[in-house]
């Protein structure tokens, strides 16, 4: 499994747009990329997941370049209530799908 | 979305005595069941992997014996903490996978505290 690095905290201001990069230089060729969020006392809660390009969804872009060795995830205009710990994950969900969380990113949205 | 839920979300026992955590897959079936325990301030830990009608398999450190998980149906898994000690008291999160979707979904996480 992949490891990979990501900021221990991010500071930012509501409004703003944040991006958060994770580093995974030896994601395999069958790994996808998952970013998840959780809050304090709550199980993570899936944000977006992609293989290559970029991903978009409801709540956040993913940017994956051509050698995959890293990702961003982007989270438009923050509010306060996306303060939260921010992981990211690669891993063959079809080789039983375990995931293995790193230390995460501690991002604090301020007023 | 796919909910997981646990119950209970918060138990306190006595050194020495078992507790059980289910986790329940609400509205699909899961094929495979994880369990983390996150401690204050840390990341998420994979204890085991559970598939249904089969023995759990545990990540290196992980005394099965001690925690014992039992994935008895397609919706259900347990984790049952045996003699519970202090250094137990954690915040135990399940996880679900549908089949081969690539996406696992997490319950809210049980909080044991052992006096």
């Known amino acids: 499994l992949a490891k990979t690095t990501q900021p221990i905290s991010m500071d930012s201001y509501e409004g703003q747009e944040v991006n958060i990069t994770c580093s995974h230089n030896n994601i395999a060729t069958n790994d996808y990329i998952t970013w998840y969020q959780q809050f304090p006392s709550q199980g993570p809660r899936f944000i977006i997941q992609?293989?290559?390009t970029k991903v978009t969804n409801e709540v956040a872009s993913l940017f994956i370049p051509a050698d995959r060795k890293s990702s961003t995830l982007s989270l438009p205009r923050v509010s306060l209530s996306d303060t939260a710990v921010y992981y990211c994950?690669?891993?063959?969900?079809?080789?039983?799908?375990?995931?293995?969380f790193g230390q995460g990113t501690e991002l604090s949205v301020k007023p | 979305g796919a909910v997981v839920s646990q119950h209970p979300s918060w138990v306190i026992c006595k050194s020495g005595t078992s507790v059980k955590i289910e986790c329940r897959s609400l509205?699909?079936?899961?094929?495979?069941m994880f369990w983390y325990r996150q401690f204050p301030k840390q990341s998420l830990m994979l204890m085991a992997t559970s598939n249904e009608g089969s023995k759990a398999t545990y990540e290196q450190g992980v005394e099965k014996d001690k925690f014992l998980i039992n994935h008895a149906s397609l919706t259900l898994s347990t984790l049952t903490v045996t003699s519970a000690h202090p250094e137990d008291s954690s915040f135990y999160i399940c996880s679900a996978r549908a089949g081969s979707y690539n996406e696992q979904f997490f319950g809210p996480g049980t909080r044991l505290t052992v006096l």
């Open positions: 994950l690669v891993g063959d969900y079809n080789q039983g799908g375990k995931l293995i």
């Open positions: 509205d699909f079936q899961a094929t495979t």
């Open positions: 992609g293989y290559k």
